[in-house]
């Protein structure tokens, strides 16, 4: 037997943690960059109607991990490479990262025009968050006797608003909200075209009363 593989054989032995943990997280780490490199193929050269959903980020993370961990020393120093070899991590930081960050600063409390907040809601309650440039946020908050309680907790939804004198319209692919507002800064629903979701989000009589 060459001295090497006795070497290794003898290192993997008292290792063996080690080894074990290289070779799981770097098992992943090959699989999960695989997928990724295929779906970014299928996205950006293949123009692929559908493309798969993948891990973006994990498998290079997970990388970098399961190849610090190994007992040989040159692949341990040069684990970082699995944060290049993860081709899902370049998109991410340039596409993802800024669409997130735009999002949070578009809904910001500092962007935001108005609040609304239900009164008659008997099976939860509805807030319509309404932010510059014509984007509003309706969220709402199911009653739930307990955490054990089945059903929906919560659910929001993303529309582009407009008021104009006293009339409220809040708009999203094929849904149209219409709300009457009172001196008072009241609002009422008085006309909705269109599915919602969750149902009953949006009913003839809805108020909620103006909080900011």
């Known amino acids: ?51 798969p959903s993948g891990v973006p980020v994990l498998p290079g993370l997970v990388g970098l991990v399961g190849l610090g961990v190994c007992p040989i020393p040159w692949v341990a120093e040069h684990a970082w490479l699995a944060l290049i070899l993860d081709l899902s991590i370049i998109p991410t930081l340039l596409i993802s990262v800024p669409r997130i960050l735009l999002e949070l600063w578009q809904t910001g409390r500092f962007n935001r025009v108005h609040l609304y907040e239900s009164l008659n809601c008997d099976d939860g309650r509805v807030s319509i968050k309404l932010y510059r ?23 929001s939804g993303v529309y582009q608003w407009t008021l104009a004198g006293a009339s ?37 009589g809805l108020r909620l009363a103006q909080r900011q």
């Open 1 to 51: 037997m060459p001295g090497w593989i006795a070497d290794l054989k003898t290192d993997v032995e008292s290792n063996w943690t080690a080894w074990l943990t290289f070779s799981l997280l770097t098992g992943f780490f090959v699989l999960g960059a695989t997928v990724n490199a295929g779906n970014l193929y299928l996205a950006f050269v293949a123009r692929a109607e559908r493309v």
């Open 133 to 155: 440039r014509g984007m509003g946020v309706v969220i709402k908050v199911f009653h739930r006797e307990g955490a054990t309680e089945p059903g929906i907790a919560e659910s």
């Open 168 to 204: 409220l319209v809040l708009s999203s692919e094929g849904v149209r909200v219409s709300f009457r507002q009172d001196e008072a800064g009241t609002l009422e629903c008085v006309d909705r075209t269109g599915p919602v979701y969750p149902p009953g989000l949006f009913f003839p």
